[in-house]
């Protein structure tokens, strides 16, 4: 599929970037041979392939949660930069 410059153009408008004919003209390219290189794979005969969804035969490798040091109420508020009565205190997030 070839793309000329009023496509490449229409593209650059939806994505709303200012292309310079000369980019307009190189992106024409580029997207071309990605397009055609698409177009390629899509005539590759899959149909006996067995699907893969992962190639490391690794399965479920999850470590356990573990709380390696307890960390007691006050000491992460003396970590805290803002508190107020016990609590961390943080920026306001809503305009009053």
Same mark, same amino acid.
């Given at each position: ?15 709303? %970037?200012?292309?310079? !004919?000369? @980019?307009? $003209? ?5 997207? /071309? ?6 177009? =390629? %794979?899509?005539?590759? !005969?899959? @149909?006996? $392939? ?5 190639? /490391? ?6 470590? =356990? ?32």
């Amino acid at each position: 599929m070839k793309l000329d410059k009023k496509q490449i153009q229409k593209i650059a408008e939806l994505a709303r %970037l200012d292309l310079s !004919d000369q @980019e307009a $003209l190189n992106y024409s390219k580029e997207l /071309t041979a990605i397009l055609e290189y698409a177009e =390629d %794979l899509q005539k590759i !005969d899959t @149909e006996e $392939l067995v699907e893969t969804c992962q190639v /490391t035969g690794l399965k479920n490798i999850m470590r =356990d949660d573990k709380v390696e040091q307890p960390q007691t109420s006050q000491e992460i508020l003396n970590n805290s930069p803002l508190t107020k009565d016990g609590f961390i205190q943080v920026k306001n997030i809503f305009e009053k």
